[in-house]
């Protein structure tokens, strides 16, 4: 199966897992029941080695660790939730019409969801760009500006060219001469204004 023949059966095997759920508003029979399991089974299968590959190839490295956090906590957060209101609607209404309108509705929310699906050549543009900044190394500090590092100082020899070294910056002694006189030359010999010995 071809990658963008892959991508796009996300979409569709999303809205055929709750879809395959909804006939159990007509409370069926233990293998009724069964062969719904399976076929929701089937189509999350199909459809969780595709997304999980496509959340990576999209994603630059710099950048994946904290998306599948972001990713995680939310379907935990919307797991919990889906659980806590169906056992209350279930209290309320027989099990298997909750299970078949709630299945409904996803088909519904998720039917609108993929609407918005990206075309292939968006994918493919995308897989690229992180592609390529994966190879040139990009994190999220570098692409976005901040927290990048100072460049680190030049030394001597670097900021007065190529092979020259600067001079080593004199000390006050030196500057001044020997025992606080006056100034002393590089090359050995007496200001003019220094006072005789």
């Known amino acids: 199966v071809q990658p963008d023949t892959r991508r796009q059966l996300i979409r569709v095997f999303a809205v055929l897992a709750p879809a395959s759920l909804v006939a159990s508003v007509t409370n069926p029979p233990v293998a009724g029941v069964t062969l719904m399991a399976a076929a929701c089974g089937f189509f999350v299968g199909g459809m969780l080695p595709a997304a999980n590959a496509l959340f990576v190839q999209v994603l630059p490295n710099g950048y994946r660790a904290r998306a599948f956090g972001v990713m995680q906590s939310g379907m935990q957060v919307i797991q919990g939730l889906a659980v806590v209101l169906t056992g209350l609607l279930a209290d309320?209404?027989?099990?298997?019409?909750?299970?078949?309108?709630?299945?409904?509705?996803g088909v519904v929310l998720l039917t609108l969801a993929g609407l918005g699906w990206p075309r292939p050549a968006v994918m493919r543009a995308a897989v690229a760009a992180a592609a390529e900044a994966n190879a040139k190394g990009l994190t999220p500090a570098a692409a976005t500006g901040s927290g990048r590092a100072a460049p680190a100082p030049r030394d001597r020899v670097a900021a007065t060219g190529p092979g020259r070294a600067a001079p080593a910056p004199r000390d006050r002694v030196a500057a001044t001469g020997p025992a606080g006189g006056g100034p002393t030359a590089d090359d050995g010999t007496a200001d003019a204004n220094a006072a005789p010995a």
């Open 92 to 105: 309320v209404f027989p099990l298997y019409l909750v299970v078949g309108v709630w299945s409904a509705a």
